[in-house]
């Protein structure tokens, strides 16, 4: 089994910063895929950013060059970087591992944290 504990949310004035954490333990982690999914109030889940154990990564459009997701596999670490934020970003954000390539459908993780809430005020 693997554990994930989401932290870094917060709340934050549209333009600003933040980073999330999500710390991994439990089984082998170096070889799975991480993705951060993000869920707001009335809407359905949303897949925001992936990244493989090899480093690759791939993002939803809507927060292609402001958000960087990253790992540091020695910390059993996943970070998510997010600039320039907008209102729209405000949602309860999940981490999730997959034992696989990384993918973009959220039923494809074995895997989920708890979510840490992000808002952004206008």
């Known amino acids: 089994q693997v554990q994930l504990v989401e932290s870094g949310g917060g709340l934050v004035q549209a333009g600003g910063s933040l980073r999330l954490s999500c710390a991994a333990s439990?089984?082998?982690?170096?070889?799975?895929?991480m993705g951060w999914f993000r869920q707001a109030l009335g809407k359905e889940r949303e897949f925001v950013a992936a990244?493989?154990?090899?480093?690759?990564?791939y993002y939803a459009d809507s927060v292609k060059g402001r958000f960087t997701v990253s790992r540091d596999n020695a910390k059993n670490t996943l970070y998510l970087q997010m600039n320039s934020l907008k209102s729209e970003d405000t949602a309860v954000y999940y981490c999730?591992?997959?034992?696989?390539?990384?993918?973009?459908?959220?039923?494809?993780?074995?895997?989920w944290g708890q979510g840490t809430q992000v808002t952004v005020s206008s």
């Open positions: 990244i493989n154990w090899s480093g690759g990564t």
């Open positions: 439990g089984r082998t982690y170096s070889l799975y895929a």
């Open positions: 999730a591992l997959r034992r696989g390539p990384l993918r973009t459908a959220g039923h494809e993780y074995d895997f």
